[in-house]
């Protein structure tokens, strides 16, 4: 498992956020997190990884910075942390976890924790939530592990629909640190969170195969969820236009998480849309007006937008909406 690495020299600076550097070195598009390569100035020396983009990935189109040469070497690692993450790698680093000196709860009293299998779900979601209740997004595996590759993430804290972001191990640089999912939940619950919606970062790790895929998170937060008393709502992965058939209507990656999970959970499912019915707890939800809602927000999967595929957002949309019921 080799990586493929090549000096470079920066040649732009094309955006700048706290924890994410948009660049070009030698005039390719390139990322860097300066967190953990420190800030990124033009005419640096870098080392960039290069293989997904060599490869011609969904993750390849731009490289990503390994190493500053210029003003990243000798940084000091974060105040009062030593839990590894990436550990073992040549990327480790140690981060502050939330367990570590902060007390959890022991049980969710029935907080409702939100289940979705990919990114693009988060922010009809978060729509379907609503303003004026506090919501954490938890990271899993299963797509980027660097909470601070999501522009999604960042607008929807403007928008004030998100409140914080926890990277859940292996994931990295979120507001927050924590080793494991249910701490993750417990914290929230702990810290007062209304809902905590779970979730993977940009892109999707698939193999094709019926369990070989990152969208099983789903199965993983609603199994952490029930068992420790949480509401588990399940986004389904629904979509009238991709061109794959294992994905059109419901999803196979739905399907296959739903078979890993051991508690209860509750699928919402947008009043009208049919294809839900041997799923299991389906619970319908009206989502009239959510596409004006959600007018604002980002809203794209695979380059298809809501006039594209609408089922696919509304029945992300569903579940935020469901979920925020389950306060009342």
């Not at 927050?176 to 249910?182: D, E, K, L, T």
């Not at 009239?288 to 695979?302: F, I, K, N, R, V």
Request: charged share 15%.
């Amino acid at each position: 498992m080799p990586l493929t690495l090549r000096w470079g020299t920066v040649t732009a600076v094309t955006q700048r956020f706290e924890d994410l550097i948009r660049c070009q070195v030698d005039e390719s598009p390139c990322i860097a997190y300066p967190r953990q390569t420190g800030t990124v100035e033009v005419g640096d020396t870098v080392l960039v990884n290069t293989q997904a983009r060599d490869l011609g990935l969904g993750s390849g189109g731009f490289d990503v910075v390994y190493a500053n040469l210029t003003r990243g070497l000798g940084l000091q690692p974060q105040p009062d942390a030593h839990v590894m993450t990436l550990p073992y790698t040549a990327g480790q680093a140690a981060a502050v976890c939330v367990e570590e000196g902060e007390p959890d709860a022991d049980e969710l009293d029935g907080m409702p924790v939100v289940c979705a299998g990919l990114h693009s779900q988060l922010a009809p979601v978060l729509a379907g939530i609503g303003p004026g209740v506090r919501v954490a997004y938890a990271q899993l595996a299963g797509g980027a592990l660097p909470v601070a590759l999501s522009d999604t993430v960042r607008l929807l804290k403007t928008r004030r629909l998100l409140e914080t972001a926890i990277a859940v191990a292996p994931c990295i640089d979120g507001d927050v640190q924590a080793v494991s999912a249910a701490v993750a939940l417990t914290w929230a619950r702990a810290k007062r969170f209304d809902i905590v919606v779970c979730g993977i970062g940009p892109g999707i790790v698939g193999t094709g195969s019926v369990f070989g895929h990152g969208g099983l998170a789903v199965s993983a937060a609603a199994n952490t969820a029930a068992a420790l008393g949480g509401r588990a709502v399940i986004v389904v992965r629904y979509s009238g236009a991709d061109p794959r058939e294992r994905h059109r209507g419901v999803s196979h990656h739905t399907r296959s998480a739903l078979r890993l999970v051991l508690g209860g959970y509750e699928i919402a499912c947008p009043a009208g849309l049919h294809g839900f019915e041997d799923m299991g707890n389906v619970v319908e939800v009206p989502v009239d007006g959510w596409q004006e809602t959600c007018a604002s927000l980002p809203l794209d999967h695979m380059g298809r937008g809501p006039g594209d595929d609408p089922w696919f957002f509304a029945s992300a949309f569903a579940a935020g909406r469901h979920a925020r019921s389950l306060l009342a």
